[in-house]
């Protein structure tokens, strides 16, 4: 019955989408921001959703009130402390082993999904990696939601966008509504939302791309506010106060929050390492890594779950400095290990914490430095520092420095403590972009060794290959062919070249016509075979090879016409690629990028 | 001392990259002792019964002696053993502390046994990063050929 129910369903929802489709929403931008907006309204929804289950886990199993945050720490029991991990790891490893054997390939996120695949990313695959990820924030592994959030929206978005069959620009547009929509939702910040998408999903701030996603985190923070009233993650109930001097420790405190990012970005490496070193089996990890975080959470609490309630608790400064130091290895450790340890969940919130305990243990650092110093009376604003500390180790952790300046200016709405805050989260961003060169999301590309460092869409490279780019009319012209019958069959004004095979037909280079007429050749041309006018012989593609390798394969072969072959044992020919065409395609492709960004539909698209 | 006579001779570029390597594992042992020290401090702060909080040397100079401790268990020097042979004893006694004296605390048997895991976990940590049994250790002598 309830299978019935779901095909009914099914079948309603793709009745809907089609008459939906038929109003030309492809064709129509207005349709693209409804879209939007709707999209919006539901990622909203979704989101308030999924943080209501994973409260309701951390109630059962932790023992709290459904209206606290975990990472409050207070009043929990040390044997679920240190055991619910453990049963969230185990939970985690089976669940990741049965999803490992029914999908072998890595689930695409919304970066990759834009970058490489137009925009395209998989429901299920997304559902999927949420639902791991509540089972890993609500069982209290040291990781954030919003990977989950930005999994979950961007899926639904790009979704609803290939139902509607949307042009590959608009659905890598939707995806980015998709992500800006789930983070507006989860921390109550539209700006903060948006510049997420525009700096981590899009790649790039364009207006042709700010309307459809400045909707989709509007509508998402609207009824998050609106209908469920929903709290922000913190509130400062205090003025900032920044004075000039301030600004030169954020700069300071900058720069040692870069090292606090990359310490914690390259520890999630180190962790995976030394699982992969100790031969423990995938599904075993997560059990592991949940007992060792059950060990440090024994000690810090604050360390579990997301860490929403212990900034709070930071900046309200409950929590005495000294703890404050001890909590900044702590959660450093536990994220790295959580994640390391195969926990599906991101470091946004939990570098969030980090910062502000950083930022806690600096502050009461600096004050020492500048009384030591002969200034006893110059007072520094503790609440200032947390923030700019906050922001700037989530800046250089998730590589979005815009938006964590509007999320701080969003959250605690003082423009001082945004100024502050744009110093630290400058000097972090670009200390790690030399140093390191990767935000988290890149740096997890790049151990899997995909090479992109953003949402910029170069996935057309990728699809253009060399089998789409080849002309399949091949001359053919045995081995040991002389140069007079060549010449007969290829006469000067007509074929520019012709492809040499053996006997069994594998390839063995290309002979161009010119060559062949060259006058210099001599007599005795009914003798002399092409054989020694063959070039390239060692030099072809194949058909899967993109557009880029091709173009570097015509620089290496100096050669203007490559052949395509099977592969390179058969050495089949199945057609032929020029410099000249290769060149014009590649620049089509970068034109029409670049239309597309810029909401230049005309050039390419529908007027 | 290393028989010259089996000494094997390496390039310049080798020798370079050893040393390369040889660095980051004392930047990745002081890294670890540092966080080590951290975390003791914080841990230690967190003691509200007084009786645990009755320490023979300041907290801040205990989480450093166990920083530290730790720091050199890690190196990868024949020497680090030293190191070994100092920590379990203050931490197991410095985090029994810790567990008996938070709020709340917890019973001493659970304590006990948290902090021996506590002393176990940090010293087979340091003995895997000063040792690494899998890489063999740059200069020492090759495998004799069967």
């Known amino acids: 019955m309830p299978q019935e129910a779901g095909h009914w369903l099914g079948r309603r929802l793709q009745d809907l989408v089609r008459r939906t ?4 929403l492809r064709d129509s931008e207005l349709g693209v921001l409804a879209v939007s ?15 209501w289950v994973v409260r309701l886990v951390h109630t059962v199993f932790f023992d709290i009130g459904i ?11 040390w044997w679920r402390l240190l055991l619910v991990p453990v049963l969230g790891g185990i939970l985690s490893g089976i669940v990741s082993d049965l999803l490992r054997r029914s999908r072998e390939r890595e689930v695409v996120d919304a970066i990759e999904a834009n970058a490489l695949f137009g925009g395209k990313m998989s429901l299920v695959d997304s559902a999927s990696l949420t639902f791991l990820t509540v089972i890993s924030s609500g069982f209290g592994a040291s990781v954030g939601m919003e990977a989950g959030f930005t999994q979950l929206g961007s899926g639904l978005a790009s979704r609803a966008g290939q ?16 992500a800006a929509a789930a983070i507006a939702a989860a921390f109550d910040a539209p700006l903060a939302g948006a510049f997420y998408a525009f700096e981590l999903v899009i790649g790039s701030y364009t ?6 996603i400045a909707i989709a985190a509007l509508s998402a923070t609207l009824v998050v506010r609106e209908v469920f009233q929903a709290e922000s993650i913190f509130t400062l109930d205090r003025t900032v106060q920044v004075a000039g001097l301030d600004y030169v420790l954020f700069a300071v405190l900058g720069l040692a929050a870069a090292g606090i990012a990359v310490a914690t970005m390259t520890g999630v490496t180190w962790v995976e390492r030394i699982f992969r070193r100790l031969k423990v089996k995938a599904w075993a990890r997560p059990v592991v890594g949940g007992l060792i975080v059950g060990l440090i959470a024994v000690v ?8 929403h309630g212990a900034i709070q608790l930071t900046l309200d400064r409950a929590i005495p400095a000294g703890v404050l130091l001890g909590l900044v290895a702590a959660k450093g450790l536990a994220s790295a290990i959580s994640v ?34 002969g200034y006893p009376e110059t ?17 250089a952790v998730v590589g979005a420095p815009v938006t964590m300046i509007f999320l701080v200016l969003e959250l605690t709405g003082s423009l001082p403590a945004a100024l502050g805050v744009m110093v630290g989260v400058i000097i972090a961003s670009v200390t790690v972009r030399l140093t390191f060169g990767y935000s988290f999301a890149t740096w997890r590309f790049h151990v899997r060794g995909v090479a992109i460092r953003g949402g910029h869409d170069v996935g057309w490279v990728r699809d253009l290959t060399a089998a789409s780019l080849m002309r399949r009319d091949t001359h053919v012209v045995p081995l040991g062919m002389t140069i007079a019958d060549f010449r007969a069959k290829f006469p000067l004004g007509g074929h520019k070249r012709a492809f040499v095979v053996d006997a069994e037909g594998h390839y063995r280079g290309i002979v161009l016509a010119a060559d062949a007429h060259n006058p210099d050749l001599g007599d005795k041309l009914d003798e002399r075979t092409i054989d020694g006018l063959r070039f390239a012989e060692d030099n072809f593609l194949l058909p899967q090879q993109n557009i880029r390798a091709a173009l570097g394969r015509f620089s290496s072969a100096e050669s203007e016409t490559l052949a395509v072959l099977s592969d390179p044992t058969e050495r089949r020919l199945l057609g032929f690629v020029t410099e000249a065409y290769v060149l014009r395609r590649y620049n089509q492709e970068l034109e029409r990028t670049q239309a597309e960004e810029h909401g230049e539909r005309t050039l390419f698209g529908p007027s | 001392m290393r028989d010259r006579a089996f000494s094997p001779h390496y390039a310049p570029d080798v020798l370079a990259q050893a040393r390369r390597r040889r660095l980051k594992r004392v930047l990745v042992a002081v890294l670890l002792g540092s966080i080590v020290a951290a975390y003791t401090y914080g841990a230690l702060d967190q003691r509200v019964i007084a009786e645990d909080k009755n320490d023979l040397l300041p907290q801040w100079a205990e989480a450093l002696v166990l920083g530290v401790s730790v720091s050199v268990a890690s190196l990868p020097v024949g020497w680090s053993v030293l190191g070994r042979i100092v920590i379990p004893i203050p931490t197991l006694f410095l985090y029994l502390s810790v567990f008996t004296g938070k709020d709340p605390p917890l019973p001493f048997t659970a304590g006990f046994v948290l902090a021996l895991i506590y002393t176990a976990a940090l010293t087979a940590l340091s003995a895997y990063l000063g040792e690494r049994p899998d890489r063999r250790l740059f200069g020492t002598r090759p495998q004799a050929p069967p």
């Open chain 1, 379 to 395: 007072k520094l604003d503790p609440s200032a520092y947390m923030l700019v500390g906050t922001a700037s180790v989530a800046a």
């Open chain 1, 207 to 212: 207006t042709a791309v700010l309307a459809p």
């Open chain 1, 21 to 24: 489709g038929q109003w030309g």
């Open chain 1, 67 to 77: 209206d606290r945050h975990l990472s409050e720490g207070r009043g929990i029991d």
């Open chain 1, 340 to 373: 390391g340890s195969g926990f599906r969940g991101g470091l946004f919130s939990s570098s969030l914490l980090l910062g502000s305990v950083y930022g806690g243990v600096a502050v009461v650092l600096l004050q020492i430095a500048i009384s030591a110093l």
């Open chain 1, 163 to 178: 139902e509607l069959r949307m042009r590959r620009g608009d659905l890598r547009t939707l995806v980015g509504c998709g």
């Open chain 1, 300 to 307: 810090f609490p604050q360390v579990l779950g997301s860490g």
């Open chain 1, 37 to 51: 907006a709707v999209l919006g309204i539901a990622i909203g929804a979704a989101v308030i959703g999924v943080q």
